[in-house]
């Protein structure tokens, strides 16, 4: 792969120690196309191309963030010796740590086994996949030297980078809160980069609900009131909430919608990291089972913290125009008529809803993403934004289908209360009623829309969270 830099710039060693620095000044000169004694970062991108030397994503950006102590915008000689030196102390850690049995070359089965330590479960064939693109003699194993020569230039000095690539982004918000929390490192949390993660996630979830939030109104009307007229569609729906309230009452109760997000976010981040410790032994890694059981656990906690935020989001996305002057006339109105209770109806489906969501999230996510390694991993384990975006998207649309059932129980009995001639039912009382009058199909009321908001929603969250986490200063790891 790289026969040139291990020929002439890196000369195969049995050691491990340290290259000379003639081999480096090589090099350099080499990249220093005008000869000025420095090197920009297009003669980086131009040298290293023209060497055949391949590059992770964003490489050179990461190289010179990294490299440049002076901030000049260029790498002279001691900055790119430095660079070059600390790197390969870096790659020497990350090859010793995947090389299980020390016998100097890391192997398929040693990569499966460093992969499910971390959480990440593939198969030998996808293991494979990940060793050719890194084997240059073609032994379908990996030694000191060809580990070194591949990740050279590239700032990926783990293997978890195979897991940042898969991890469900944080950025992704389709208007449902039942997700898995995303996994942090603990260079991520010593340096402060979760935090600003989390917060460039809470203002694409902000952005996006606001923007899909006549969709999930439209939603939440054909699930309470979807039964009473067989025409309620999706026209006649919107034509409804304007004729009734104007443009503005389509995005009646998305302040509630977008405020609970920061208590939620917040609470669920917590209580994962305190039920990872219960669930693990210290120092060991978190499994996928244990990612699912302490995600959903979190995902009852935080749920269980901001339901009545969720009630009050209903009842406002159900009131008719003068009913509530806002979210603490909507609760101080409640409470006084129908009590505390009057919080938390439809928890328990809410509840339920969580394990279905979670699970087939999770699953259906690994599904793809196993597929994906198996068939179209030919050079990186990097599949692209599309990919992932997609992947994401199906997996919590997935999720959605198997819980809508629930939520829709869910919503009719926050807003029983206001429905006029409605028995105040329970959850098991709900359903036994809505499958003998409606059918199965009304369980499914309001789908459609709830559908249709799922790209937009995927889309503009994406957008905003990469341009937050520029804003944020949140680096490419």
Same mark, same amino acid.
């Given at each position: ?42 003669? %980086? ?8 030397? @391949? ?11 990294? *490299? ?13 010796? =430095? ?9 020497? %850690? ?83 809160? %039942? ?12 340096? *402060? ?31 309470? #009131?979807?039964? =009473?007229?067989?025409?309620? &569609?999706?026209?006649?729906?919107? !034509? +409804? ?15 509630? &919608? ?44 935080? +749920? ?8 009050? =989001?209903? !009842? ?5 125009? *003068? +009913? ?7 609760? =101080?109105?409640?409470?006084? #008529? ?17 394990? @279905? ?52 129980? !869910? ?27 409606? *059918?199965?199909?009304?369980?499914? !009321? ?25 804003? %944020?200063?949140?680096? +490419?790891?």
């Amino acid at each position: 792969m790289l026969r040139w830099l291990r020929g002439v710039v890196l000369p195969a060693a049995a050691c491990q120690d340290a290259e000379p620095p003639t081999h480096y000044e090589t090099l350099f000169h080499k990249l220093d196309r005008n000869g000025d004694g420095v090197v920009d970062i297009c003669e %980086l991108q131009e040298g290293l191309k023209s060497l055949g030397i @391949p590059l992770g994503q964003d490489a050179e950006e990461k190289i010179f963030t990294t *490299g440049d102590v002076n901030k000049d915008g260029k790498l002279d000689f001691e900055e790119f010796m =430095k660079y070059l030196k600390d790197h390969e102390k870096q790659m020497k %850690l990350a090859f010793k740590s995947l090389d299980k049995n020390n016998d100097g070359k890391i192997e398929a089965s040693e990569i499966v086994q460093s992969l499910q330590i971390l959480g990440l479960t593939i198969s030998k064939q996808q293991a494979e996949l990940i060793l050719q693109s890194i084997d240059a003699d073609g032994t379908m194993t990996v030694d000191w030297n060809e580990w070194r020569d591949y990740f050279l230039f590239n700032p990926v000095t783990d293997i978890e980078e195979i897991i940042r690539f898969w991890k469900h982004s944080t950025g992704i918000d389709i208007g449902d809160s %039942l997700t898995i929390p995303d996994e942090f490192t603990e260079d991520e949390k010593k340096s *402060g980069q979760w935090w600003r993660q989390l917060l460039a996630g809470g203002v694409a979830g902000a952005v996006s609900r606001t923007s899909t939030a006549p969709l999930d109104r439209l939603k939440v009307m054909m699930q309470v #009131h979807g039964s =009473k007229s067989e025409k309620m &569609n999706i026209y006649g729906g919107f !034509r +409804q909430m304007v004729k009734e309230g104007g443009i503005r009452s389509l995005w009646r109760g998305n302040g509630t &919608n977008v405020i609970k997000i920061a208590p939620e976010t917040a609470v669920k981040f917590w209580a994962y990291e305190q039920y990872k410790k219960l669930l693990t032994e210290e120092g060991q890694k978190v499994g996928t089972f244990e990612r699912f059981v302490s995600g959903s656990m979190a995902g009852a906690t935080a +749920q269980t913290l901001i339901y009545p935020m969720e009630v009050l =989001k209903t !009842r406002l996305a159900v009131g008719k125009t *003068g +009913q509530y002057s806002g979210m603490f006339d909507c609760a =101080k109105k409640i409470l006084k #008529h129908e009590g505390m209770g009057a919080f938390y109806k439809g928890y328990v489906p809410n509840l339920l809803g969580i394990i @279905p969501y979670a699970g087939i999230d999770l699953a259906v996510y690994e599904l793809l993403k196993s597929h994906w390694l198996d068939n179209f991993a030919k050079d990186s384990v990097n599949p692209g934004v599309v990919v992932l975006l997609g992947c994401g998207a199906l997996s919590s649309t997935c999720g959605q289908l198997a819980s809508y059932p629930l939520a829709l129980v !869910r919503t009719r009995m926050q807003a029983q209360a206001m429905v006029e001639g409605a028995a105040q039912l329970n959850m098991v009382g709900l359903f036994r009623r809505i499958i003998s009058k409606e *059918g199965i199909p009304g369980l499914y !009321r309001g789908i459609t829309p709830n559908f249709m908001k799922v790209l937009p929603a995927v889309g503009i969250s994406y957008v905003v969270y990469e341009n937050m986490r520029q804003t %944020l200063g949140v680096t +490419q790891k």
